[in-house]
Every structure is written in C-alpha cells, then in structure tokens.
C-alpha cells in the first residue's frame, strides 16, 4: 500500500487501524456501518479461534455484531493429558471429540460467540491404543470417524460448496481465518479452503472482507505476512484468556500467547492487539 491508497475499516472506536507498508499505525475511515453486523472465524480446530482472534470476536459481539465460529474438524486426533504424562487421551475418537467439542462451547459462551461444526476429519487419530494417520489403509478404511478429511478438501467441489453455503447462509461482514502461509497442514487447508470458497461467491457477497491471522513468534508461520489491520483488545484480554482456559484438555502455551498480543499491542500503541491480513473483499480493490 502507499501512504494508504486502499483505506479500510471499522469506526475508529472499534479500535481498527490501517498498516501502512512502512509499519506506521493509521486510524482507519468509518466503514462498519454494514445492515448485516456478522463477523465469522473459520478454524481448524476446537481452540483455533480463541487463540488468533479470541478478543477480536468479543469486541465485535460487544458491539453488537453476531460472531460466528466455524470449527472445520471434528477434533479426533487427541489432546495431551498434561505437562508431566505428556499422554494422549486413552479415549476413543469419538469420546475426544465430545471432550473437544464440550470445551469449545463452554468458551464460546464466554466470548458470545456461535458454533457451527463441520465435521471434516483431521489427518490423524487415536483410536485409544495408536495413532492412525491419514493415507493409511485403516484411515481411509475408517467411515465412522467424519467426512472428507481436511488436508484435502481445498480441492473438492463438494466441501468448498458447503463451506460457501455457511457463508452465504449468514452474509459475514468479516471472514477471518488461518494464514495460507501456516506449515500446519491443517491450517494451511483451511485457510484454502476458505478463500476457494470465498472466490467462488464473491460476486454475491459485495460487502464482505475475507482476512488471515498473521502471528509472530509462531513456529507454525514460516512466511511472514504484514498485517493490514490490527485490533485493539485490551479490554478483552481476560475474556480471551478465559475462554483459552476452559480448553482444559489442551496444552496451550498461553505465556507465549500473551507474549504475542503484547507484541501487536506495541506495534499498534495501545497494551494487546490481534493482527490480521486483508486478503479479499466482495467489491475489487
């Protein structure tokens, strides 16, 4: 971008600014004046959302926008027990995902945030004594365990045709999802699969914005991307982190997340910030 060539975003007091390509932090024009106040997050996972744009969502549902979590897996690769056993779950897939799924609604309810699961399946399992790994003979033998499993679904009419649906179906203003750039496999997909599915309509969603996460100090982006936008989530830090924290069956790393929001609450001057890239909108630039 020049000096800001392309303009965008939400009202000031949402706590929006615009990056220039010099780093510089620029209020952003009013914008979010939208009929249709829905912001949404496609994640691959049951924590996805909470940890890259936990406080971004609260901020929204605070203003009174519908905030919308899209869980594209159905969770049944397992969760380490603890720090100290550093164990899987001895549960059978579909007894972790009900764990999964429980946690991921009781943060949503802290946050005021809806679920919509997808049920894609992820590239591995523990079916309560082994991993099984997507590719393998049992894997693709193994019906019961969801649909499509994720890592392929980029490439598929009939995934990217529902996940458009879910767009459609609710018209999102904001359509956040994991960065392109992520070696996750999995967030990569999703990522994707998420912008087929938003080229693919875009001319019936003028108005909506499609955004990645950007992250730094993640050993799971590695190709940086410059955010557009940042926003200002101090005032919802505890509420992110308390969402977090009902994921008990998780090992999240929540020092390195704070690390992280303290590092974009700098860049942008105020105390904790989520970052995200603008990747396309409804209207051409």
């Known amino acids: ?14 706590g929006v600014v615009a990056m220039a390509t ?15 106040k829905t912001v949404m997050f496609f994640g691959a996972h049951a924590d996805d959302m909470e940890l890259r744009a936990g406080g971004t969502m609260k901020k929204f549902v605070d203003r009174g926008y519908k905030a919308i979590s899209v869980m594209l897996t159905n969770n049944i690769c ?20 009900e764990i999964r799924h429980r946690e991921a609604r009781d943060a949503a309810k802290v946050l005021g945030v809806e679920i919509i699961f997808m049920d894609f399946k992820e590239n591995s399992y523990w079916n309560g004594t082994k991993r099984v790994f997507f590719g393998t003979k049992e894997y693709e033998e193994d ?38 750039s992520n070696c996750n496999p999995e967030h990569c997909a999703a990522a994707h699969l998420v912008h087929n599915a ?3 309509i875009k001319s019936k ?6 955004w990645f996460t950007c992250r730094v100090q993640s050993p799971s982006d590695v190709l940086f991307l410059s955010p557009d936008v940042l926003i200002d989530t101090t005032k919802y830090h505890d509420a992110k982190f308390e969402a977090l924290r009902r994921h008990k069956s998780q090992r999240i790393p929540l020092d390195r997340v704070m690390t992280t929001d303290e590092y974009w609450g700098k860049v942008a001057g105020v105390k904790y910030a989520e ?6 909108r409804g209207r051409s630039f």
């Open 1 to 14: 971008m020049s000096e800001i060539s392309r303009r965008y975003f939400l009202e000031s007091s949402i």
């Open 22 to 36: 010099s780093g510089h932090c620029l209020s952003g024009e009013a914008v979010g004046t939208k009929a249709n």
């Open 78 to 97: 397992g969760a380490y027990v603890d720090d100290n056993t550093k164990q899987y779950f001895s549960t059978s897939p579909a007894e972790t995902t």
């Open 143 to 180: 019906k019961a365990r969801g649909r499509e499993a994720l890592v392929v679904t980029p490439y598929l009419d009939n995934c990217i045709n529902d996940v458009a649906k879910v767009i459609l179906d609710h018209s999102p203003e904001i359509i956040m999802t994991h960065s392109i």
């Open 198 to 200: 938003f080229l693919r």
């Open 205 to 210: 969603i003028p108005d909506s914005e499609l």
């Open 275 to 280: 970052p995200f890239k603008i990747i396309l």
